[in-house]
């Protein structure tokens, strides 16, 4: 019979595709470390989310137990058990079993099948010790249930439900002879994504629930990506009250795109495709740049905001935006070596014509809104021409050329800026010592008297007027902003040396704050450091030590016995010359901390709510960390 052949010749290729994802696991989840134990559940759960995106679900709740079973559950409309026509088998077997599947059933629209994403449930199947599905429909469950891919059993029923009921249970327990590290799974990590992912399906609840430390959080947004953007800007003063918003189902795309404007001076964007997280944005988000720059031009001078020779920059109609661009495809191509850039070309298009015709109409059915936004992409184009010429002056008067290298400086005799160090000191007595103990031929110092301006605030041109910000600038060489040039760089490595008490920790985060917003660059070559001032000198007879935190307190204290003379340093200021090379400058001893943008986003959120505008929120922050501060100043 053609069916009992067509039966064999298909159940023999399942065998061999189960085999090639276990012998090779990372072609298919990208790796079998945490990150790839991760995405099982995350491939699951996609399924469902691809089940609500349909709007056939509207509720998934995934659970860790203390037994490490992943359970996921959705009210959809349940995996389809009856016999699929070619396969001589259910379709629910057929789903869980054959690699990419999924996709055949998926009723039309948009499947979310992305990047490392959207392999299919029978990946995971693959690569679980045992897997289990259950399916409500039609009064019945149905279950089938899998050992490393291999199904038990055909599909049975094996009890009722009522007729109304609906939906799909996914458990299983990943396997720990591929996944060597064992499961893992972290609560933060998975709320991360469930929170992203729940924003991003509008009308979605999504419940984790971990079991092993008695977790549970659910995400549900009633607004999608306004509340996204609502979110992102909940520290800041808004422009527009109401986010502007469209979502337009396109021939190549869906189109779903959030702003609101702040009145920072910071661009936010986040742009998804399928809801992958395109961090290194792609054709959507070039599309929504031309049209955003497009749009406000046009309106800016057909209402007279604007002269005819006059135009916004694409910088200009960002400051301040935070925007939420997400776009479902029908095949999406990832690109770049992460994989986190969109390559669709057909997306520009799509969502440069759905934003141009939107947002101008939003422009003016709201000219209240509108005079606000343009006149503050003005502002934003006015202080940009004026931060120019006051770069040009600062980089005119402070060029080497010139020789004029601030009087404070004292720097090294060494003129390779590989081998050369700045030193940037609190003050003027602990810059004295430092001048007096630093080797002169590669170690330059600066020292930098009171608090430099809170250059969050602070824009570009304001900044500029700030004399410790330009006699730092000066002594760098490199200019700043959209003119930085790293190759200019005089020192290698640029050293930050405060006092361990709260001012210093202070100026400290200022000059950080300072960096990040407009020399990251050099944060990202990782020439930007921390110096290591010791805390406290330890002296026990003959014996003297230097110790650099309470817990080497301990342990040193523990070691040579009560007899021991602890004495606090607060200030550098305390240590003479000849201490503060050993302890600190010489590079021989010393012990520095690398500065690295690690993390863009995080570091962002923490500096704007530190040093930004929003008391509330650095108040609270203060309160949560105060543990972790109260030895700063003794
Ligand atoms: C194919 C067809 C139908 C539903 C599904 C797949 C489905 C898959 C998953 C995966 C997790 N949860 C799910 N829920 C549904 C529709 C079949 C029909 O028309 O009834």
């Known amino acids: 019979m053609a069916s009992s052949s067509n039966y064999d010749a298909s159940s023999i290729q399942v065998l061999e595709g189960l085999e090639a994802v276990r012998r090779r696991p990372g072609m298919y989840i990208g790796s079998t470390d945490n990150r790839g134990l991760h995405h099982l559940v995350r491939e699951i759960v996609d399924n469902s989310v691809d089940e609500a995106l349909g709007g056939h679900c509207d509720t998934i709740v995934c659970s860790i137990g203390k037994d490490n079973v992943v359970t996921v559950t959705d009210n959809g409309r349940g995996i389809p058990v009856d016999k699929h026509p070619k396969m001589n088998t259910s379709a629910l077997e057929v789903i869980m079993t054959v690699l990419h599947a999924g996709g055949k059933f998926g009723g039309g629209g948009y499947k979310v099948s992305g990047g490392l994403h959207g392999v299919g449930a029978s990946v995971v199947n693959a690569l679980s010790e045992w897997l289990q599905v259950e399916v409500r429909r039609d009064g019945k469950v149905y279950r089938q249930t899998y050992k490393r891919g291999v199904p038990d059993g055909p599909v049975k029923a094996v009890g009722k439900c009522d007729k109304s009921e609906h939906g799909t249970t996914t458990k299983f327990l990943a396997d720990t002879t591929i996944f060597t590290g064992g499961h893992d799974y972290n609560f933060d990590t998975l709320a991360d994504w469930f929170r992203e992912t729940a924003y991003l399906t509008r009308g979605l609840k999504l419940t984790l629930i971990d079991e092993r430390i008695d977790r549970e959080l659910t995400f549900w947004f009633e607004g999608g990506i306004v509340s996204f953007v609502r979110h992102l800007n909940r520290h800041k003063t808004v422009v527009n009250d109401r986010p502007f918003y469209v979502e337009r189902e396109t021939p190549a795309c869906m189109v779903e795109v959030a702003l609101q404007y702040n009145d920072s001076y910071v661009e936010t964007t986040y ?18 740049k031309s049209a955003l720059t497009r749009t406000m031009n046009d309106y800016a001078k057909k209402n007279g905001f604007l002269k005819a020779d006059e135009t916004l920059s694409g910088e200009d109609v960002r400051e301040g935006l935070t925007a939420i661009v997400s776009v479902k495809i029908g095949e999406p191509q990832f690109e770049g070596q992460t994989k986190a850039k969109l ?39 006015r202080a ?22 601030p009087g404070k400086l004292a720097d090294c005799s060494e003129k390779d800026p590989a081998r ?18 630093r080797d002169r031929r590669f170690q330059a110092i600066l020292p930098l008297r009171g608090k430099i301006l809170n250059v969050e605030k602070a824009r570009i041109d304001k900044m500029l007027q700030n004399n410790e910000i330009r006699t730092l600038l000066t002594a760098l060489g490199t200019g700043i902003g959209e003119s930085l040039d790293a190759s200019k760089l005089r020192y290698h490595r640029i050293i930050i040396m405060t006092d361990a008490d709260v001012d210093g920790s202070h100026i400290r985060t200022l000059l950080l704050t300072f960096f990040f917003r407009n020399l990251a660059e050099l944060i ?13 000198k330890v002296k026990a007879g003959k014996d003297e ?26 200030g550098l200021g305390e240590m003479n010359p000849e201490q503060l090379w050993t302890t600190t400058m010489n590079p021989e001893n010393r012990t520095l901390l690398q500065i690295s943008i690690d993390n863009a986003r995080e570091a962002d959120e923490t500096f704007d709510m530190l040093m930004g505008a929003a008391v509330p929120p650095r108040k609270r922050f203060i309160q949560t960390h105060a543990q972790d501060v109260v030895n700063l100043d003794v």
């Open 343 to 381: 390559g669709n070309a057909e997306v520009a298009g799509a969502v440069q014509t759905v934003v141009n015709d939107s947002l101008g109409a939003y422009l003016e059915e709201n000219p209240q809104v509108a005079r606000k936004v343009i006149e503050k992409c003005i502002n934003a184009s």
């Open 271 to 288: 742009t998804f495709a399928n809801n992958i997280n395109t961090g290194d944005g792609g054709t959507h988000l070039s599309g929504f």
């Open 420 to 437: 050369s160090e700045l030193y940037i000191v609190e003050g003027d007595s602990a810059g004295g010592s430092a001048k007096q103990g």
């Open 545 to 570: 030590r230097w110790v650099y935190s309470d817990a080497e307190l301990r342990k040193v204290l523990s070691e040579v016995g009560e007899k021991a003379e602890v004495q606090r340093y607060k």
């Open 524 to 536: 990202e070559n990782g020439n930007v450091y921390i110096a290591q001032p010791p805390l406290y």
């Open 384 to 405: 940009r021409e004026a931060a120019r010429k006051a770069r040009e002056l600062v980089q005119r008067k402070g060029g080497l050329e010139s020789f004029s290298l």
